[in-house]
């Protein structure tokens, strides 16, 4: 089993930047694929950002392209989301997943159900 714990949301006025952080354990890591998904009041869980195992390929959503970044630190055990310019649309709960995806595109990383495990999330609000 692997446990996701996510940290580093907060209060950021918009137009600003937080840095997320996954920390992972009980399994190997590096041979995972990973993802950022986050969820808004009243909205369905949203995907925002794929990495793969290797750090070789990432795929965002068209929502955050140019604004988010993510990346891993196997040696870590870490995923990172760096959001910069950030939007007051962007405030959510945000949450890491694992997962052994067949890929990194279209079609597979934006769906909830390729991913094994999940973190507890970490609020980010954002305000005008």
């Known amino acids: 089993q692997v446990q996701l714990v996510e940290s580093g949301g907060g209060l950021v006025q918009a137009g600003g930047s937080l840095r997320l952080s996954c920390a992972a354990s009980g399994g190997t890591f590096s041979t995972y694929a990973m993802g950022w998904f986050r969820q808004a009041p009243g909205k369905e869980r949203e995907f925002v950002d794929a990495i793969s195992w290797s750090g070789g390929s990432t795929y965002s959503s068209d929502s955050v392209k140019g604004r988010f970044t993510i990346s891993r630190d196997n040696a870590k055990n870490t995923v990172y989301l760096q959001m910069n310019s950030l939007k007051v649309e962007d405030t959510a709960v945000y949450y890491c997943?694992?997962?052994?995806?067949?890929?990194?595109?279209?079609?597979?990383?934006?769906?909830?159900?390729?991913?094994?495990?999940w973190g507890q999330g970490t609020q980010v609000t954002v305000s005008s």
């Open positions: 997943a694992a997962g052994r995806l067949p890929g990194i595109g279209s079609g597979v990383v934006e769906t909830p159900g390729m991913y094994d495990y």
